[in-house]
């Protein structure tokens, strides 16, 4: 049982160049998001999604897009990457009948 | 809006000492509260988490106590180990099924041998 996967672990971007986050987890859980950890201000929730084709925003989801095509996967697509979109991103996963969310081990994103 | 408050630390204790991490929420509805723990270069995992108001969260000599007339769930544990370094999030839910987490803004423990 591998859980939640990330890839990749660490990535480096300039400013305005897109690139997709990937996301998968192998426990059939409905409930999918993603985060972004920044010093001091804890896990801020960005988009999640509670099943196949059904995806909503969270608390700060601009300049991010999500699809959720399959139970499995839930990749995270920065669009014209910022400075301020450097940061620790967690995708987590749930069933929707429990508490206890799962994160994957985190990609490390920095912009220049 | 619901939020959570945590002492940010870091924190720094001797092996075998007490500790305390304070966490006090606001929410309207009614919460489920939770501590979650980051050790280095890994994810959050769930450390205890309590549903109502008077329980008691415990695991790993962890403990917490949902108390709903203070709107706290300090973390504690009576004697903490080296291996106990790491980073502590407080977190509520106000949802059914525990979607859409509010996280505090973690605490760093250090724990000298």
């Known amino acids: 049982n591998a859980g939640v996967t990330q890839t990749p672990k660490f990535q480096v971007l300039k400013t305005g160049q897109s690139m997709t986050l990937q996301c998968a987890q192998d426990?059939?859980?409905?409930?999918m998001s993603w985060y972004r950890q920044d010093p001091g201000m804890g896990l801020r929730l960005i988009h999640y999604?509670?099943?196949?084709?059904?995806?909503d925003q969270g608390e700060v989801p601009n300049g991010y897009n999500v699809s959720r095509s399959t139970t499995e996967d839930f990749p995270l697509r920065l669009l014209s990457a910022a400075p301020s979109q450097t940061s620790v991103y967690f995708c987590?996963?749930?069933?929707?009948?429990?508490?206890?969310?799962?994160f994957g081990p985190g990609t490390r994103l920095t912009v220049t | 809006g619901n939020s959570v408050t945590q002492m940010e630390g870091p924190v720094t204790l001797s092996e075998e000492a007490f500790l305390t991490i304070n966490c006090t929420y606001t929410?309207?509805?009614?919460?489920?509260l939770f501590w979650y723990v980051q050790y280095p270069g890994e994810g959050l995992q769930l450390l205890l988490k309590?549903?109502?108001?008077?329980d008691k969260g415990s695991n790993k000599g962890f403990e917490a106590t949902y108390r709903k007339e203070t709107t706290s769930f300090h973390l504690e544990k009576g004697s903490v180990q080296v291996s106990d370094s790491a980073v502590y999030f407080c977190?509520?839910?106000?949802?059914?099924?525990?979607?859409?987490?509010?996280f505090g803004p973690g605490t760093r423990l250090s724990v000298l041998p």
């Open positions: 977190a509520l839910s106000v949802t059914n099924y525990g979607q859409n987490f509010v």
């Open positions: 987590a996963s749930n069933p929707l009948a429990s508490y206890e969310q799962y």
């Open positions: 426990m059939n859980h409905e409930y």
């Open positions: 929410a309207t509805g009614y919460p489920s």
């Open positions: 999604s509670v099943g196949a084709g059904i995806t």
């Open positions: 309590a549903t109502k108001a008077d």
